[in-house]
């Protein structure tokens, strides 16, 4: 005999899981156009906006990773959302 309680737990423990992973995608969407605001902030001061220039400022190319590994942290919990395995 299944136990019904246990079912209505884990999606009700599914559920919950979604709403958090769908609120830390948000974040994590708004964290990534506030690094956009400061790395094109970096840029105009220092007026160069091509990577491969060696005056590129330093401030703008470590925000430019970061803002990168956040987008594919999107990418992977969106995944997760959709139930398909992200490959690395």
Do not use: C, W
Request: no cysteine; net charge positive.
């Amino acid at each position: 005999m299944a136990n019904s309680f246990l079912i209505k737990t884990l999606r009700g423990t599914a559920a919950v899981s979604g709403l958090q992973i769908a609120t830390l995608i948000g974040n994590l969407s708004r964290s990534s156009e506030l690094l956009t605001v400061d790395i094109e902030h970096e840029e105009t001061q220092a007026g160069v906006r091509d990577l491969s220039d060696p005056a590129y400022p330093a401030l703008a190319r470590s925000l430019r990773a970061r803002r990168e590994n956040i987008r594919v942290t999107i990418a992977s919990l969106e995944a997760l959302v959709q139930g398909t395995p992200k490959a690395a």
